[in-house]
């Protein structure tokens, strides 16, 4: 059944869509002209029409962003936008009975003390509202670690009788790690989809308040037609430099990023895979992921499911739309330039997967934009890189010839030297990149609460001043890194999805060396080709050159929390959720500061602490069987599991591989068997580090004692 992509008039919002691509298409009729006839006024024959091919798409991703933040602007301005999902009111009345809703909070591999601080802070903003029967919450756990695997059952208990949430809250660990996030989701759909109209999708970082939830299911009830309402998270407990200008750039500019979007895409949206509420019917229906074809990294499984799964939405018939107007959504953001790269090196090969989608039969206009601009975020690294040796070859040719210049009269009729017009190409670039920051100014001064909650404008100005010095040193890393990214998943050289480091100690000199060393090299070979050149062109490289050869110590300083600590110390940085925080925030950093020193295991049982808690100790034993299926296993898979039960207790859990201690915690029957051997058996028919193991938990001294103690 076809569906209502939008509750407003679809002429409007083609009328917007058009405003929006006719601005675009002018700024690139302009810069492309410029262009154009400025290489037809140079000798440069051999690489003219390469330099101009490169130079259009990346006007088109300039002019494009230059756009969203214009139209952003106008949209905030007027502080009420009539084509948005926001100008229909559901009302403030009850949630009708048939409103269910899950809340799934895929991990893997995370701290789980920390998730539950999350999942108890929701939990309780909920229950504030008087909606909270109308929610479930599920932790879709996907982690290969038997340490992390006890430890989330550990916790979910916990939260669970800190909550009194018995029979609200409930936890699922996958016996098969298939198709990563996107396979759990799936897993829930099939297992539990049909008991709910909606899912909310968070990630182990995210953080939505109760009334925020509340407002999105009461406006998928007012729009039946909408199948994804997605979020705009802002960036939340940054500490490090790195972060915490990530985050004040999110929360000064994102908003008016995210109602640009809107402005153009209206019904035709996308989603980012958390911080959204899906209508799980449709999901099911119509969401379900095709394998590409091919093997990967282009083909295969699709990584970057978010994209594909809001375009498969819209095929269907149900609008996508982006709730840049709710607050009280969040997420974190990595704490270094290498964990943010190491992030951004998945996102790279998920995205440029999506080549096989963008002419795909029955996708709408807006979700083949989406999955283009995706492409694009990463390929135009490469295409940099590609605009700038083209023209450092140039250059070269032109000063090497020995010959006298000669440039031609411009064919447009401007009365301006080819420098001027090159000058003036420059300054058009400049303007696209930097002038949308003079419209968080003028926002901020049309909303004195807001300026106020950002520190005023004095802050704000050396914020900028500061942020866009530091992000133009690091763009040409950020371009080295991302172009090498592109070319290893072209070269076929795919990446594993490890768990994301989201509390760093910050990044040492060593591992800074080592992904930062060859753009240093880089940049001094350039530099010196540069300098030889000419010492103008190296005067043009130069902020480019300076960045590679500080890659090494700006990534390393603004790793460290302390110099965060600086930062926010004398005022730099400030978001909302600093001066002004949420009670949600608030009660999140509560329970965080609140989180004991975890216990750390003594060496000698560290690696296999999970293990050992969960076949020893009788409560976690309880807790760990209890979440396991009871069935008859294949005589030969039983035979096999026996062996390995009898190997573990014979020659310790040392001598097993991981995925050997998973499978054998993964079966009912050997945790019940094993707990009862190992506390019957003889200890002569059991292996020493066993023992050990048993006489320290005996004697309550599997912990490493503090020194201060």
């Avoid at 808690?613 to 039983?638: C, G």
Wanted: one cysteine or more; glycine letters at 8%; a positive charge.
């Amino acid at each position: 059944m076809k569906r209502s992509p939008s509750p407003v008039a679809h002429a409007s919002g083609e009328g917007r869509r058009f405003a929006f691509f006719l601005l675009v298409g002018l700024i690139m009729a302009g810069g492309l002209a410029l262009m154009a006839d400025l290489l037809w006024r140079l000798p440069v024959d051999f690489v003219r029409w390469p330099i101009l091919a490169v130079y259009a798409v990346l006007l088109f991703q300039l002019a494009f962003g230059f756009a969203t933040m214009f139209f952003g602007t106008v949209v905030l301005c007027r502080r009420r936008d009539p084509l948005s999902l926001a100008a229909t009111n559901p009302g403030d009345g009850p949630l009708p009975e048939d409103a269910r809703t899950a809340i799934i909070i895929p991990v893997y591999n995370e701290d789980s003390r920390r998730v539950c601080a999350r999942l108890r802070t929701i939990y309780r903003s909920l229950k504030s509202t008087g909606h909270l029967a109308h929610f479930d919450f599920f932790l879709l756990s996907d982690s290969t670690k038997p340490n992390v695997w006890i430890a989330e059952e550990v916790n979910w208990v916990e939260t669970c009788r800190e909550l009194d949430a018995s029979g609200r809250v409930f936890y699922r660990k996958r016996r098969l790690n298939i198709n990563k996030k996107s396979g759990n989701v799936s897993d829930f759909c099939r297992r539990w989809g049909g008991h709910y109209r909606y899912m909310v999708c968070l990630d182990a970082d995210s953080l939505m308040s109760g009334e925020t939830i509340v407002r999105l299911v009461k406006r998928m009830e007012a729009h039946p037609g909408t199948g994804i309402i997605q979020t705009a998270p802002a960036l939340l407990n940054a500490d490090s430099p790195f972060a915490r200008m990530q985050q004040f750039v999110n929360r000064l500019y994102g908003r008016m990023s995210a109602a640009g979007l809107n402005f153009w895409q209206q019904g035709e949206g996308n989603y980012w895979g958390h911080n959204a509420i899906i209508r799980v019917a449709p999901f099911i229906e119509h969401c379900a992921l095709p394998d590409l074809p091919g093997v990967a990294p282009f083909g295969g499984k699709i990584l970057s499911h978010d994209f594909v799964e809001a375009a498969l939405m819209r095929k269907a018939g149900y609008a996508v739309w982006l709730a840049y107007d709710l607050d009280g959504t969040y997420e974190e953001t990595p704490p270094s330039l290498v964990d943010s790269a190491a992030r951004d090196q998945r996102w790279c090969q998920g995205n440029l997967q999506h080549t096989w989608l963008l002419f795909s039969r029955g996708l709408h206009f807006g979700n083949r934009l989406h999955l283009f601009n995706g492409i694009l975020g990463y390929a135009s690294s490469l295409l940099w890189l590609a605009f700038l040796v083209l023209s450092t070859v140039a250059v070269y040719r032109l000063t090497q010839s020995g010959l006298t210049l000669f440039f031609l009269p411009s064919r447009l009729g401007l009365p301006l030297e080819a420098s001027q017009q090159g000058l003036l190409l420059f300054l058009l670039t400049i303007g696209l990149i930097l002038s949308p920051k003079a419209g968080v100014f003028l926002l901020l001064a049309l909303d004195r609460e807001k300026r106020a909650a950002f520190g005023g404008f004095l802050r704000v100005g050396a914020g900028v001043v500061f942020e866009i010095i530091f992000f133009t040193l690091l763009a040409p890393v950020m371009m080295l890194l991302h172009a090498n990214f592109v070319i290893g998943v072209m070269m076929g050289r795919g990446v594993s999805w490890s768990a994301q480091n989201r509390e760093g100690e910050g990044t040492a000199w060593l591992a800074a060396l080592r992904a930062h060393g060859g753009q240093t090299v880089i940049g001094i070979g350039w530099g010196m080709l540069a300098w030889m050149i000419s010492p103008a062109f190296f005067a043009w490289m130069s902020p480019l050159i300076l960045g590679w050869l500080l890659a090494v110590p700006l990534s390393v300083w603004s790793s460290r929390a302390e110099a965060g600590c600086w930062l926010r110390r004398i005022g730099l940085f400030l978001v909302p959720e600093e001066t002004r925080p949420a009670d949600e925030v608030e009660t999140l950093r509560r329970l965080l500061s609140e989180l004991p020193e975890a216990p750390e295991p003594i060496p000698e049982v560290a690696a296999d602490f999970g293990l050992i808690r969960a076949l020893l100790d009788p409560s976690v034993n309880a807790i760990h069987t209890s979440l396991l299926r009871v069935k008859q296993l294949p005589v030969e898979q039983d035979a096999s599991l026996g062996a390995l039960r009898e190997r573990l207790l014979r020659e310790g859990a040392p001598a097993l591989a991981q995925r050997e201690k998973m499978a054998l915690l993964g079966d009912f029957a050997s945790c019940a068997w094993l707990h009862r051997e190992l506390w019957l058996r003889p200890p002569d028919r059991l292996h020493p580090w066993w023992r050990r193991a048993i006489e320290r938990y005996n004697r309550e001294s599997l912990y490493r004692i503090p020194e201060s103690a």
